[in-house]
């Protein structure tokens, strides 16, 4: 089946490995090592994290060393994901530490941070030549008793499937249809704070500096970003506080 034309439109200088990941279900049963699977997992360790906490824990079964076990993890998946996960080389799950290993105080980070792995795993994976697959669709209490996690102090955060890819004809049709890289909304939807700074300089009497921004024919400068505004009505903008935006 050919896959319909990405709409993905990287600046140049993006390293491929971010705009070329993508989350395919179609994997090709392919056995992968332990070695790999180990540089996956390190790839993942040199994450930042706050505090330096490294509240990322994972958990894998493969299905080349551990066959059973990687029977178990399937089983651990919502029955929508068990269809096609069932043909990745890896299944796993992330959780997450939720608190301090110095002070034993809550991390109000310990998620974030997680992501952070993740994302690291995910790009080593690319590197490697594999795919992963992050699921939301898990038993998170089947999973925290299988490793007798204490909830309180631990979180069930995702599942994923790592792989290589395999062909789209092996999935149903409905997921079969969403088989092609997804697209990215435009820096415009998620640069907010350069998209407020623009319309600011379009309403430079706006600012508490109005004056300064009248001598500086509407380019914001750094001393503004303090300043608290209120766009005009209708404006689109909700309030500049520190830098920070709301809508």
């Known amino acids: 089946m050919s896959q319909p034309p990405t709409t993905r439109d990287p600046k140049e200088g993006v390293s491929a490995l971010f705009y070329e990941r993508w989350s395919p279900r179609a994997f090709s049963k392919a056995e992968l090592d332990e070695a790999t699977v180990a540089r996956l997992i390190d790839a993942a360790r040199w994450s930042p994290s706050c505090f330096n906490a490294q509240p990322w824990r994972f958990y894998t079964a493969n299905a080349a060393s551990n066959p059973s076990g990687f029977a178990d993890f399937v089983n651990l998946l919502l029955e929508g994901n068990q269809s096609w996960a069932k043909d990745a080389s890896v299944i796993g799950f992330l959780v997450g530490k939720k608190h ?10 310990y998620a974030l941070d997680c992501g952070a792995a993740w994302m690291a795993m995910t790009l080593q994976a690319r590197q490697e030549g594999l795919y992963t697959h992050g699921m939301a669709g898990i038993k998170h209490k089947e999973i925290a008793a299988h490793f007798g996690l204490d909830p309180e102090q631990y979180e069930v955060l995702m599942g994923f499937a790592i792989g290589k890819i395999g062909d789209a004809s092996q999935l149903d049709k409905g997921l ?23 319309r600011l300089s379009e309403y430079p009497k706006a600012c508490a500096c109005e004056n300064h921004h009248e001598q500086q024919h509407g380019e914001l400068a750094d001393t503004c970003l303090p300043c608290i505004w209120k766009a005009p009505q ?3 903008v909700g309030q500049i506080n520190t830098g920070n935006v709301t809508d």
């Open 100 to 109: 301090f290993e110095h002070n034993g105080k809550p991390n109000a980070s």
């Open 234 to 236: 209708g404006f689109g």
């Open 176 to 198: 079969r249809e969403k088989e092609y890289p997804s697209p990215r909304k435009s820096a415009d939807d998620i640069w907010l704070h350069r998209l407020a700074l623009q």
